[in-house]
């Protein structure tokens, strides 16, 4: 594919308009973000003369000129791992993540994560971001497992991120906790952000914490250990598990936020060797609502409990039947 140049002249009815919002409009595969990225790199012209700022208001009679150029293919290697597909189209994919799977490469981590599976897997993707790659659209933790959405093009990654932003995605948890919280329902709302003095924890402490939002319901209980059910009305880096344990009942098997100290204070040794047989936290996101981004239907889907998780409620079950 060759470059696309682009020359556009502002209208009567465009003028003012941020220089950002006038290329994305005219170009809708470009996100803001990327438009600021041209920018930055000397690709966008006004009457001849490459501008430096995203935020340039546009007088009429301006000549816009910028160039798309086309998408680059990323550096990382497709492989053949198993996914659960929970569905399918020509735009998304809903994946049933398992625990233990990292979902971007990164150092120490540069096969075998999701992103390499879904490289595979697809072989119809647009350039999202600038470079051929799947479009995460949001993340779990390596160890949570549970519903992934991933974008197949630019304009369904920036429908459904919208949706995440303007917390319209219904995202429900199963987390089984130690603990049993006296009330059957509950909320917690309490900035995250990262710890003051470890900084690869994140913190509800934190001196530049978020609005973070966290709903909850006793699903089971189970004498010291409670099965809830959780809805999260923010997207925060570990928002659950902070949460949680700030409030007196960390995950089960959360060796970050709490669960590794609690489990010494359980009682039944039976009980507490069962439970320290869970490798991770016993986190599962198992369902998800969504507007698709093409038609405006209304998605849901449900992920089961993985093995492990289930595995470890039929011992606790069985244990007050």
Not at 197 to 220: F, I, L, Q
Not at 221 to 236: M, P, Q
Not at 248 to 277: F, I, N, W
Request: glycine share 8%; with cysteine; aromatic share 4%.
């Amino acid at each position: 594919m060759n470059d696309i140049r682009q020359i556009c002249t502002v209208s009567d009815e465009e003028r003012a308009l941020r220089l950002d919002v006038f290329v994305s409009g005219k170009y809708p595969s470009l996100s803001r973000s990327q438009v600021k990225k041209m920018i930055e790199d000397g690709e966008i012209r006004i009457n001849g003369s490459v501008v430096s700022k995203a935020g340039l208001k546009l007088k009429a009679g301006d000549v816009v000129e910028f160039i798309i150029r086309p998408a680059q293919p990323w550096q990382v290697t497709a492989q053949d791992i198993p996914l659960q597909i929970l569905y399918e189209d020509r735009h998304l994919l809903v994946i049933n993540k398992p625990a233990g799977m990292v979902v971007h490469p990164a150092p120490g981590h540069r096969e075998g994560t999701l992103v390499n599976a879904i490289l595979h897997h697809c072989g119809d993707l647009s350039g999202i971001g600038g470079v051929i790659r799947p479009g995460i659209v949001h993340r779990l933790d390596q160890d949570t497992s549970g519903i992934l959405l991933v974008a197949k093009d630019d304009e369904t990654h920036r429908h459904l991120s919208g949706q995440f932003k303007d917390h319209s995605v219904g995202k429900t948890y199963q987390a089984l906790v130690f603990g049993s919280p006296p009330e059957n329902e509950g909320m917690i709302s309490l900035p995250v952000g990262r710890h003051p003095e470890d900084r690869k924890k994140m913190s509800t402490r934190s001196r530049r914490g978020k609005e973070a939002v966290t709903r909850w319901r006793v699903a089971a209980r189970y004498g010291e250990v409670t099965l809830l059910a959780v809805d999260i009305e923010t997207g925060r880096t570990h928002q659950i598990r902070v949460h949680l344990s700030a409030a007196g009942y960390p995950v089960v098997g959360d060796r970050v936020y709490g669960g590794k100290g609690r489990l010494a204070s359980v009682r039944d040794p039976a009980l507490r060797a069962r439970l320290s047989m869970l490798p991770r936290q016993a986190l599962h996101a198992g369902r998800i609502v969504f507007v698709h981004p093409r038609d405006s239907r209304k998605m849901e889907f449900v992920a089961p409990l993985p093995e492990d998780m289930r595995d470890l409620m039929d011992y606790l079950a069985s244990r007050h039947a």
